[in-house]
């Protein structure tokens, strides 16, 4: 799990300095990460608060935009996705976690997509901490990412959210318009079956 700092000055410190380690090797840019994101993670949304609409670039392919249930403007919000329980998740490139946790993701989609009721309700989605769209496209293809995958390159969600720790995932119900927390987790997922069944158990 990579850590993130909490406040407004040390975020934008961080993005300066993580622009500049975008320049550098990959494995010089996972070591120098680890140290710099060394704080505890911190707060996030808790279940049963609001889920904020985010609002995210629409993507460009008619796969993902028929996925998600949206139309085809320059951009769309995150209470605008046409599903029952939404499944995002907050991660980095850069991240070996993330990466490690790549298979997993795939793994629940799939699942999701198997389950006759699940695949009716449920959207997944990730968003790409201070990740441009090119460094969000290369993760989706070099892991195979089959959902949705956004940029955060400006951290705006990461300070809307107060996600302080890469990968989070946080899993919203859409019912009535409003768009509320209905489960946290900090870190990877260890059980896909587990993860399944939590969704399963949402009404």
Same mark, same amino acid.
């Not at 040390?10 to 990460?33: E, G, N, Q």
């Not at 989070?168 to 509320?180: D, L, P, Q, R, S």
């Given at each position: 799990?990579? @850590?993130?700092?909490? &406040?407004?000055?040390? @975020?934008?410190?961080?993005?300066?300095?993580? &622009?500049?380690?975008?320049?550098?090797?990959?494995y010089i840019v996972a070591l120098a990460l680890a140290v710099l994101f060394s704080q505890p993670a911190g707060a996030i949304?808790?279940v049963g608060d609001s889920f904020p609409a985010i609002t995210l670039q629409t993507p460009d392919t008619r796969a993902d935009?028929?996925?998600?249930?949206?139309?085809?403007?320059?951009?769309?919000?995150?209470?605008?996705?046409?599903?029952?329980?939404?499944?995002?998740?907050?991660? /980095?490139?850069?991240?070996?976690?993330?990466?490690?946790?790549?298979?997993?993701?795939?793994?629940?989609?799939?699942?999701?997509?198997?389950? /006759?009721?699940? &695949?009716?309700?449920?959207?997944?989605?990730?968003?790409?901490?201070?990740?441009?769209?090119?460094?969000?496209?290369?993760?989706?293809?070099?892991?195979?990412?089959?959902?949705?995958?956004?940029?955060?390159?400006?951290? @705006?969600?990461?300070?809307?959210?107060?996600?302080?720790?890469?990968?989070?995932?946080?899993?919203?119900?859409?019912?009535?318009?409003?768009?509320?927390?209905?489960?946290?987790?900090?870190?990877?997922?260890?059980?896909?079956?587990?993860?399944? @069944?939590?969704? &399963?158990?949402?009404?």
């Amino acid at each position: 799990m990579r @850590t993130i700092g909490n &406040s407004r000055k040390d @975020t934008h410190m961080k993005r300066h300095f993580y &622009s500049r380690l975008k320049a550098l090797s990959p494995y010089i840019v996972a070591l120098a990460l680890a140290v710099l994101f060394s704080q505890p993670a911190g707060a996030i949304p808790a279940v049963g608060d609001s889920f904020p609409a985010i609002t995210l670039q629409t993507p460009d392919t008619r796969a993902d935009r028929d996925y998600l249930g949206i139309g085809g403007g320059k951009t769309f919000t995150t209470r605008e996705i046409k599903a029952d329980i939404v499944v995002v998740e907050f991660f /980095s490139m850069y991240c070996p976690h993330c990466q490690a946790d790549a298979p997993a993701t795939v793994d629940l989609f799939n699942s999701i997509k198997k389950d /006759s009721r699940l &695949s009716k309700q449920v959207r997944m989605i990730g968003i790409g901490v201070g990740n441009s769209g090119y460094e969000v496209g290369i993760f989706k293809d070099k892991y195979h990412i089959p959902f949705p995958l956004f940029p955060d390159g400006e951290y @705006t969600v990461l300070e809307l959210l107060d996600i302080r720790a890469t990968p989070t995932y946080i899993v919203y119900k859409i019912a009535g318009g409003k768009a509320t927390v209905a489960y946290t987790q900090v870190g990877r997922i260890k059980d896909v079956a587990s993860f399944i @069944t939590m969704l &399963s158990s949402l009404r």
